[in-house]
């Protein structure tokens, strides 16, 4: 990771919603380079939701988030082209982002026995890996993470896990919303359940 000049993200009293449903209100974080945040809850309670408005796809109902720096978002979501081979839809996003050192990310991930094969073949964890690798070549200081260790091996979580850990220590900021525990140095947790209304008619 790589940034010049200084790099923060915080939303301040934040309700968002699904539908006509509320998920959450009055939700506020600030996080600064060199900060991690680990967002908890169960399914349907808002991370997913949270995660897109942060990285501006979706619209908060209430509430302000403010960020300095690039960020970059995984989900389930890769932006791979499913009918490509891999390298080739790798290498779309490479000339985009001007990755100066695309073998590098790929070798990291262990990426280089999938090249040749189409992304829809892909299983859930090696289409996370080459989503990560992804991330990795665009070099930006703030991390979007949605679930980044969904259908990883034991051996895979433990990379990503020090990926990010890595990103962190080198002045990156990462949020990350995961089921799984995560063995990152300082990390918080934010426990999204904590904001979420009191009944489904409550407004922010």
């Known amino acids: 990771m790589q940034s ?24 506020s974080f600030a996080l600064s380079s060199g900060e991690a945040l680990h967002v908890t809850g169960a399914n349907g309670t808002g991370k997913t939701t949270l995660i897109r408005a942060l990285a501006g796809l979706t619209t908060p109902y209430a509430g302000e988030i403010h960020c300095e720096g690039a960020t970059g978002l995984l ?16 290498r779309f996003w490479e000339r985009v982002d001007g990755c100066g050192d695309p073998a590098g990310a790929r ?42 260790l969904s259908g990883l091996d034991a051996a895979a979580i433990d990379q990503v896990t020090a990926l ?28 999204i359940e904590d904001y979420a209304p009191a009944s489904e008619s409550e407004t922010p």
């Not at 010049?4 to 009055?26: M, P, Q």
């Not at 070099?139 to 993470?145: E, G, K, T």
Request: proline share 6%.
């Open 107 to 148: 070798l990291v991930m262990g990426l280089e026995p999938l090249m040749d094969v189409p992304v829809r073949y892909l299983s859930t964890g090696q289409r996370k890996r080459a989503g990560l690798a992804a991330l990795l070549c665009r070099n930006v200081p703030i991390w979007l993470l949605d679930e980044p």
């Open 164 to 191: 990010i850990a890595l990103h962190v220590s080198g002045g990156g900021i990462a949020l990350i919303a995961s089921h799984q525990p995560l063995a990152i140095k300082g990390l918080r947790t934010l426990a």
């Open 75 to 90: 989900d389930e979501r890769t932006a791979l082209d499913p009918d490509q081979p891999l390298g080739k839809a790798l």
């Open 4 to 27: 010049s000049g200084k790099i923060s993200i915080s939303a301040n009293k934040l309700a968002c919603r699904r539908g006509d449903r509320l998920l959450f209100r009055g939700l």
